[in-house]
């Protein structure tokens, strides 16, 4: 399987995260963002939406970094991060979709303001936008935080994809500077993520900003 991936793309370290725990080979190729490899003719044939990550299994292309996780967890014999009974599968799937929603909304504005504008030369963040940012973030993050209140991880008392997909989101917390300091639970959590080998071993490199 190929994945067309950037190394600092939340998005695509979601995925890189299930497939190095899941021991799951994947052929990587870059996509270089930014340089807008992603808005050109070839990427667009592979996710017309222009976006990373795309999982390519013998043709079949797949984009959308939480369908991409199940999907890498569906093909796993033996898998514990999807459970396979019908409440199991929809609570760890209510995490997914409250991740895609609202934490990592919250988080990209951030993102973007305090870290990927001063990459790529846009200026300056934007008040007013990190302020935005920061009024969604607390919301989000004390939903997140009195959840994780004597847990060890999201769903089902284990690790699972739900733990993953969150912790992705939270992949560039520092240059980001995503306010976490109230949030306790969140971070110990974090903290137990951060100690996996699949974290370990897909941590980029991270860009002086």
């Given at each position: 399987?190929?994945?067309?991936?950037?190394?600092?793309?939340?998005?695509?370290?979601?995925?890189?995260?299930?497939?190095?725990?899941?021991?799951?080979?994947?052929?990587?190729?870059?996509?270089?963002?930014?340089?807008?490899?992603?808005?050109?003719?070839?990427?667009?044939?592979?996710?017309?939406?222009?976006?990373?990550?795309?999982?390519?299994?013998?043709?079949?292309?797949?984009?959308?970094?939480r369908a991409i996780i199940q999907y890498l967890a569906e093909k796993t014999?033996?898998?514990?991060?999807?459970?396979?009974?019908?409440?199991?599968?929809?609570?760890?799937?209510?995490?997914?979709?409250?991740?895609?929603?609202?934490?990592?909304?919250?988080?990209?504005?951030?993102?973007?303001?305090?870290?990927?504008?001063?990459?790529?030369?846009?200026?300056?963040?934007?008040?007013?936008?990190?302020?935005?940012?920061?009024?969604?973030?607390?919301?989000?993050?004390?939903?997140?935080?009195?959840?994780?209140?004597?847990?060890?991880?999201?769903?089902?008392?284990?690790?699972?994809?739900?733990?993953?997909?969150?912790?992705?989101?939270?992949?560039?917390?520092?240059?980001?500077?995503?306010?976490?300091?109230?949030?306790a639970n969140i971070r110990a959590w974090l903290g137990r993520v951060q100690?996996?080998?699949?974290?370990?071993?897909?941590?980029?490199?991270?860009?002086?900003?």
């Amino acid at each position: 399987m190929k994945l067309y991936f950037h190394p600092l793309s939340g998005n695509s370290r979601r995925v890189l995260l299930v497939a190095t725990h899941l021991d799951i080979p994947l052929e990587r190729i870059l996509v270089d963002l930014p340089q807008g490899e992603q808005r050109g003719a070839s990427h667009l044939s592979r996710n017309p939406n222009g976006r990373v990550p795309v999982l390519d299994d013998d043709g079949f292309l797949l984009w959308e970094s939480r369908a991409i996780i199940q999907y890498l967890a569906e093909k796993t014999p033996g898998q514990t991060l999807l459970p396979t009974d019908a409440r199991g599968r929809a609570d760890v799937s209510r995490w997914l979709f409250w991740c895609s929603a609202h934490m990592a909304q919250a988080n990209t504005i951030l993102v973007f303001e305090n870290f990927v504008k001063v990459r790529t030369g846009r200026g300056s963040a934007d008040p007013s936008e990190v302020a935005r940012g920061e009024a969604l973030f607390a919301q989000h993050a004390q939903v997140l935080d009195t959840h994780l209140a004597g847990k060890a991880w999201v769903a089902q008392e284990r690790l699972t994809l739900a733990d993953f997909s969150l912790a992705a989101s939270f992949a560039l917390a520092g240059p980001a500077r995503l306010p976490l300091g109230d949030y306790a639970n969140i971070r110990a959590w974090l903290g137990r993520v951060q100690e996996l080998d699949a974290w370990k071993r897909t941590a980029p490199p991270m860009p002086q900003v």
